[in-house]
């Protein structure tokens, strides 16, 4: 069964620091990204960054670049989204999704692309 568990939020600071995780099973990540979105309530969907199977694929937005980096471990099955210097704007709930196109920027629409979903893990960030 294919399944992604997200781990990790919580409550923090503006300036503190959060590591996601997202635990993987029933695939394996060779060849295959993992996306990390966050999505307030009512808002839009925003992807932040992608953990593609090698570095070259690999990217993160511009709005988290250099705050917030992303990782898999030695063992295969997790992916981390470490994330510095937190701002209020960060705080919304957090996603990892298989990306089948392992991380690949394409602007030709991919139905199907983000085919499995994690639960979510809730950041937030106050003063």
């Known amino acids: 069964q294919v399944q992604l568990v997200e781990s990790g939020g919580g409550l923090v600071q503006p300036g503190g620091s959060l590591r996601l995780s997202c635990t993987v099973s029933g695939f394996s990540l060779n060849s295959i990204g993992i996306a990390w979105f966050r999505q307030a309530p009512g808002g839009e969907r925003e992807e932040i960054a992608c953990?593609?199977?090698?570095?070259?694929?690999?990217w993160l937005k511009d709005s988290v670049l250099g705050r917030f980096t992303t990782s898999r471990d030695s063992a295969g099955n997790t992916v981390y989204l470490q994330m510095t210097n937190l701002k209020t704007e960060d705080a919304t709930t957090y996603y990892c999704?298989?990306?089948?196109?392992?991380?690949?920027?394409?602007?030709?629409?991919?139905?199907?692309?983000?085919?499995?979903w994690g639960q979510g893990t809730q950041v937030t960030v106050f003063s």
């Open positions: 999704a298989r990306d089948q196109m392992d991380c690949i920027v394409t602007t030709s629409p991919m139905p199907h692309r983000f085919d499995k």
């Open positions: 953990s593609g199977s090698t570095d070259r694929t690999t």
